[in-house]
């Protein structure tokens, strides 16, 4: 399986939830406990068990281009 990881920008989330709602591993949440200079609630990755895939829905979806998405190369090994 696919492993990856993203970051979000969190000076430039504007907390749309976009995000939230597209992550098929649901590992995206809202910080509501923080808020940014813009006065917004930020997303972020609550990812502790490594499911994220690194996807990319979330990067794609997002209007203000807030996630970076880090996807580890695959690793192919030929069957002899």
Known sequence: MAHGTIEIDHARCK?????????????????????????????????????????AICAVICPDTCITVYREAAVHLERR
């Not at 591993?25 to 994220?52: E, R, S, W």
Request: glycine share 8%.
């Open 15 to 55: 907390g749309c939830e976009l995000c939230t709602t597209v992550c098929p591993k649901q590992i995206i949440v809202m910080d509501t406990t923080t808020l940014n200079a813009k006065g917004y609630h930020p997303a972020n990755l609550f990812d502790p068990d490594d499911h994220c895939t690194g996807c």
